[in-house]
């Protein structure tokens, strides 16, 4: 089965025969014999009670006629030192006190519930869905027919979406031989057929590698991205989550040319209670990464992340830094690094696509970290990068919590992104 068959079902049309038939079967008339019952109940209720009422009215008749036995029992009773009046101040205590408990009472009866994957990625991605939900919509309002401005129009929708220019243009081509094969008139017959292509663009050969490549013993992570993005408060969000996991992590920081980018991871360290390698102020980024390798293997480390500097608007020099840095890392784990995440900013939209294109010529990358997904509508930038890099997302940012980071399923993302379009 396809990833969008998954999500949204098999398209299926029902023979008119079977939905009739289920109509009849789902003919609810149980609606109105539960308020017949509870009409009823309501009326001997209240029958009941008027009976009741009719017999104290009696009672207190009965009892102003016998005034003077009224007046003798109350004085008796009043006499009876067995009588357990509580007194109004005292009264008012105890129901401020019972007020009290039960408040307390209640109060954990409602705890914050802990927020599951799904619904950080519905939550992250309400920018982007709604935005495109929103345009799409209008679209189809505005056209009656599918003619050539048709496809214009949506292959222009799709590039301000953030999908690309590459995935627009695949992506209208493709429905303008679907429209002819199914002889669709109607703008509304291809809606569905649009998300499928959307999710067909982004499934390929249903090959994604989103899982990252943990070792058995010492895994390393090397992080790339320009400045801003998000690259070292996403290493120090996972160094909590993997720690948290029960892992050994150490941080590493390679980016010696900005003391705050050190500062900031370091600050990070303390947080989460991870060490943290740093050197001395414009200290060359490969001997910091080669004092983190060694002191990574001694001290029987798990993970291994390294900050690196995000100079983009020089290239020819960070290419040569990172070279240096893969070929230290390799002198001590030859097989190292075992991910080579790129960190972008999912507000910039296109900008993140040139990122990672430019990035992906100066070093092989294995993996995205995408940040700051949950303050923008551009989110369909995933799909750009898939179809024109063929980089996997493998990290996903929901926001500004510790914990909003989590490990990149298409499932949970396609679903959040499209839910509710179709």
Do not use: C
């Not at 519930?113 to 939550?123: F, I, L, N, P, S």
């Not at 949950?374 to 799909?383: C, H, I, K, N, Q």
């Not at 898939?386 to 996997?392: C, D, G, T």
């Amino acid at each position: 089965m396809g990833l969008f068959d998954r999500l949204f079902g098999k398209k299926e049309e029902p023979k008119i025969e079977e939905v009739v038939k289920e109509a009849l079967e789902n003919l609810d008339l149980s609606e109105d014999t539960e308020a017949e019952e509870v009409s009823q109940e309501e009326a001997e209720i209240a029958e009941e009670a008027v009976l009741e009422e009719e017999k104290i009215q009696d009672t207190v008749e009965e009892s102003m006629d016998s005034e003077p036995a009224v007046e003798v029992s109350q004085e008796e009773v009043e006499e009876l030192p067995n009588s357990e009046e509580v007194p109004e101040e005292e009264n008012t205590e105890l129901v401020e006190t019972v007020e009290e408990n039960s408040s307390e009472v209640l109060e954990p009866e409602t705890p914050q519930a802990e927020e599951t994957v799904q619904e950080k990625y519905d939550r992250s991605l309400k920018k982007t869905r709604s935005g495109f939900g929103a345009r799409l919509n209008a679209f189809f309002a505005n056209f009656r027919s599918v003619d050539e401005e048709f496809f214009e129009e949506l292959e222009e929708l799709l590039i301000m979406s953030d999908v690309g220019v590459q995935v627009a243009s695949n992506l209208t081509e493709e429905l303008r031989y679907e429209a002819k094969l199914e002889n669709a008139k109607k703008p509304d017959a291809l809606r569905r057929v649009i998300i499928e292509k959307l999710v067909e663009l982004y499934e390929k050969d249903g090959n994604y590698d989103e899982s990252i490549h943990f070792q058995e013993g010492l895994t390393v992570m090397l992080f790339v991205g320009v400045n801003g993005v998000g690259k070292t408060t996403s290493i120090g969000k996972l160094a909590h989550r993997y720690k948290q996991a029960g892992k050994k992590v150490m941080l590493v920081a390679a980016d010696t040319f900005r003391a705050g980018a050190v500062a900031q991871l370091a600050e990070w360290g303390r947080r989460v209670d991870v060490p943290v390698v740093t050197g001395p102020e414009k200290a060359d980024p490969a001997s910091v990464v080669f004092d983190g390798m060694e002191r990574a293997v001694a001290e029987g480390i798990d993970i291994l992340m390294i900050d690196t500097a995000g100079r983009l608007q020089n290239k020819d020099n960070l290419m040569a830094e990172l070279e240096k840095i893969g070929r230290i890392i390799k002198r001590v784990v030859p097989e190292a690094p075992h991910e080579t995440f790129l960190a972008l900013d999912a507000s910039t939209g296109q900008n993140a696509l040139v990122q990672a294109k430019e990035f992906s010529k100066i070093t092989p990358l294995t993996g995205i970290v995408l940040t700051k997904i949950d303050g923008t509508a551009r989110g369909g930038v995933v799909l750009a990068i898939r179809e024109e890099l063929n980089i996997p997302v493998k990290l996903i940012g929901f926001g500004e919590k510790i914990d909003d980071i989590g490990e990149f399923n298409s499932e949970n993302f396609m679903k959040g992104l499209l839910e509710g379009l179709i």
